[in-house]
């Protein structure tokens, strides 16, 4: 029995293809309301253009907020002020102190806020998680490597302020880094290649230490890249077992046998912990990721193309 009426903010190609099945093969929740400001077709709910119509005319439980990040604050902040329980695709918002405005927010609403970074809820980054905490971490080499022409086509806010540029995907590969590291990690080094038309780069490195790794952090995070897409991090464990986790961290081998392929899958988890989280008024809200975009913006070096 569907018991958390929820609407989706936002539906582009992840709302789309993630947020709609995940949300339609969940008994907890009932699709009942959509806002896209360009419309959409075929859904079979009410669509509206505007957020607040949509608080107006439909009675909620829960959101999913799918916007880009610069106007995701306030869209959170309204939902929560209306008693609805909120989950923020990432990055959940374009600054820390608004994730923390946000937290507190729910706090005062007792409802739930929720900042999800699907790719920690891979099954192979959980079994990475583990066998880290078994034997300590040594050193991580992080490669993400996309076209962005093929995953943005034509998206030009992705370049300007707020839009994170390779970072919007490249947060991606940092929120698996800071759940399968035991310590905080910190920047030490960001080199930033800016993209020639905007304020965000498409390529960044990053060095990075930890409390307890002797061996190098580093992460190379490039949207030039064409053919086949390279989202890996390679691990060596304190105990100098070697550990691959790829597909974005979809797959683990572990001293290069298969360990773990796929899954459950990322989305269907997400909403497996939203309906707990909603049920509870617990809220999650894990804001490491983007801080480490934060402080890697504070820190760059920046080369023009």
């Known amino acids: ?38 419309g959409a077709t075929d859904v079979g709910v009410p669509v509206f253009a505007d957020h607040r119509e949509m608080l107006e005319n ?18 959170a902040r309204d939902c929560l002020e209306r008693g609805v329980h909120v989950l923020l695709e990432k990055p959940p918002c374009a600054s820390l102190g608004e994730i923390a405005d946000l937290a507190e927010l729910s706090r005062r609403t007792e ?23 078994r034997e300590g971490l040594g050193s991580m080499r992080i490669a993400w490597l996309e076209d962005v022409e093929k995953w943005h086509p034509g998206q030009q806010w992705i370049w300007e302020p707020g839009g994170f540029g390779v970072f ?72 100098g077992t070697r550990l691959r986790l790829s597909d974005g961290g979809a797959t683990l081998r572990i001293d290069d046998l298969p360990a773990v392929r796929h899954g459950r899958g990322e989305y269907p988890a997400i909403y497996e912990r939203f309906a707990a989280l909603a049920r509870d ?6 804001s490491e990721p983007l801080r480490l975009v934060a402080d890697a913006c504070l820190l760059a070096r920046r080369d023009s193309i």
């Open 111 to 133: 409802r739930s806020l929720f900042t999800t970074w699907h790719a920690q809820f891979n099954d192979a980054v959980m079994e990475a998680a583990r066998l880290i905490a």
């Open 281 to 286: 008024r617990e809220s999650l809200v894990d």
């Open 58 to 75: 439909i009675e909620l439980d829960a959101v999913a907020i799918c916007t880009p990040p610069d106007i995701r604050y306030g869209i």
């Open 168 to 239: 919007d995907a490249g947060i991606n590969a940092l929120s698996i880094a800071t759940a399968i590291c035991p310590a905080r990690l910190l920047v030490r080094r960001a080199v930033f290649t800016m993209h020639r038309a905007g304020q965000q780069p498409t390529a960044v490195t990053l060095g990075m230490t930890a409390s307890g790794v002797d061996g190098p952090i580093e992460a190379m995070l490039d949207w030039r890249h064409k053919g086949e897409e390279q989202w890996t991090i390679d691990i060596r464990t304190g105990a």
């Open 1 to 38: 029995m569907s018991d958390l009426r929820i609407a989706i903010i936002g539906f582009g190609k992840i709302a789309r293809d993630q947020h709609a099945p995940a949300i339609a093969s969940n008994p907890a929740f009932q699709l009942v309301a959509l806002v896209a400001p360009h």
